[in-house]
């Protein structure tokens, strides 16, 4: 009681998750305002304002809040003001834990909007039940809210997140900013011709000083598939988000030599392998890794061995793969498969039909749907209803494989970039290039190469 006069310090707690704020849009603004309002008009001092913006009153690893139970803990307030319980939590589980921390060190907590009572157990009893029907709209609040995303993201209506580089808003839709849109092109131009992401972005920052661009930043623009126009939310891909400013080919491509790129370096080996990454065992498909020997610059080696076989002893073979071999043999085989490979792409372009049975599938899947609604009905016999649903779903499973099929034997090559290859002197040219040219020339038009014992070789090209 000696404190009695003592000015009471308060704590104004606001909160509002992700979801809320983009359908409520100023909550939080309005939550601080009206617990200002009611201390001042009540005389009391306001200790702090604790503002948890877009976390949800089911996570207690909220910072605000865990800030605001740490000056609990070292007794800095006397109460804390909250415009609803659900600010503070909205389950019973939670909202215990919380109280917990409160009464060890007797402060309480005051809802503006709402009258509570904890200290009858009537009250005790309301503020279960309020907190029970709060977790009870939560959950179906969320799900509403996730329903109205789902819709607006099928309409390809832009609802929030932070714009990339060379997109921007209008009238809620993604459009390409025309002012950056050129970014984009050179940093995948770069990409292609260097195939560092390194000296993508030097390069780029070299251009575009103004943007103040960084390693993360450019990373971030070769990996972003909304610039082929595809999004990719919770719901899936959506596809014709937007317009695109890279085409799949393009971006594919850079994402299988950003993936292939991402093994790190021999200390020792400045230059790096030829082939890394792109060359697998024959026997069991594993990709070879480098070994690198040096006693000085002139006896330098680079070799490929199956780690399956040197970690694990799971693969039977051990041979210690020559560099330069590999690439003596490369060079011989290089022709021979190039041309197979175009001929037999010509081959299958000329003679591909594309059919799509997107109509069928969706004919069975409402087949499915109506089915299941008579039997719930119950105007159907569940003898009836297992034969029809198994000649149905049998159905359907043939033509998602006839689908696939079709889909995955669609022509997609670069067949000019490949014959070019056949028409220039290649092979005296790549003698003059250095390490870090050959390797970009490979990686540019060979997806792998299968290599066994005896190193026979086979080429996958793009």
Same mark, same amino acid.
């Given at each position: 009681m000696e404190n009695a006069n003592k000015t009471e310090e308060v704590a104004l707690y606001v909160r509002v998750s992700t979801e809320e704020?983009?359908?409520?849009?100023?909550?939080?603004?309005?939550?601080?305002?009206?617990?200002?309002?009611?201390?001042?008009?009540? /005389?009391? /001092?306001?200790?702090?304002?604790?503002?948890d913006d877009g976390f949800s009153a089911t996570n207690l690893k909220r910072p605000a809040l865990q800030r605001l139970l740490k000056d609990v803990e070292q007794n800095k307030i006397n109460r804390i003001l909250i415009t609803k319980l659900d600010r503070l939590s909205r389950g019973v589980r939670n909202y215990y834990k919380i109280l917990d921390t409160l009464d060890e060190h007797q402060v309480y907590w005051q809802t503006v909007f709402e009258k509570y009572d904890s200290s009858t157990a009537n009250g005790r009893l309301h503020i279960n039940i309020m907190l029970s029907v709060a977790e009870n709209e939560s959950a179906q609040t969320s799900e509403r809210i996730r329903s109205v995303f789902k819709t607006k993201t099928e309409n390809k209506e832009l609802i929030s997140g932070k714009i990339p580089i060379g997109l921007k808003r209008k009238d809620k839709k993604l459009v390409i900013d025309e002012d950056k849109k050129q970014v984009i092109l050179d940093a995948f131009q770069f990409y292609k011709e260097t195939t560092s992401a390194y000296q993508t972005f030097q390069k780029l920052d070299l251009k575009y000083p103004e943007l103040q661009l960084n390693y993360m930043r450019t990373y971030r623009i070769l990996t972003n598939k909304l610039y082929t126009g595809i999004k990719?939310?919770?719901?899936g891909s959506i596809e014709d988000f937007c317009s695109s400013i890279i085409d799949k080919v393009t971006f594919e491509n850079t994402q299988r030599l950003l993936k292939k790129n991402a093994r790190k370096k021999d200390a020792n080996n400045?230059?790096?392998?030829?082939?890394?990454?792109?060359?697998?065992?024959?026997?069991?498909g594993y990709t070879l890794g480098g070994k690198f020997y040096s006693k000085n610059i002139e006896s330098s080696r680079y070799y490929y061995i199956c780690k399956r076989h040197h970690l694990a002893l799971k693969c039977s073979c051990k041979t210690n793969f020559n560099e330069q071999k590999i690439e003596q043999i490369l060079l011989n085989e290089f022709n021979i498969q190039l041309k197979k490979h175009i001929s037999d792409f010509e081959y299958k372009q000329k003679n591909y039909k594309k059919m799509n049975f997107s109509k069928e599938i969706s004919s069975l899947e409402n087949k499915l749907n109506k089915l299941k609604d008579l039997y719930i009905r119950d105007l159907i016999r569940i003898e009836d209803y297992e034969k029809d649903y198994k000649e149905y779903v049998t159905q359907l499973e043939t033509l998602y494989a006839e689908q696939e099929k079709i889909d995955t034997n669609i022509p997609n090559s670069n067949l000019d970039n490949l014959k070019s290859f056949l028409s220039n002197d290649f092979i005296s040219k790549y003698r003059l290039l250095s390490r870090i040219e050959k390797r970009r020339i490979w990686l540019s038009i060979i997806d792998y190469i299968t290599l066994d014992k005896d190193y026979n070789m086979k080429i996958f090209f793009i």
């Open positions: 704020q983009a359908v409520n849009g100023d909550s939080l603004r309005t939550q601080r305002e009206e617990l200002t309002k009611y201390a001042l008009a009540n /005389h009391l /001092h306001i200790y702090g304002i604790y503002e990719e939310t919770k719901y400045s230059d790096g392998y030829i082939f890394q990454g792109l060359l697998k065992c024959a026997e069991c």
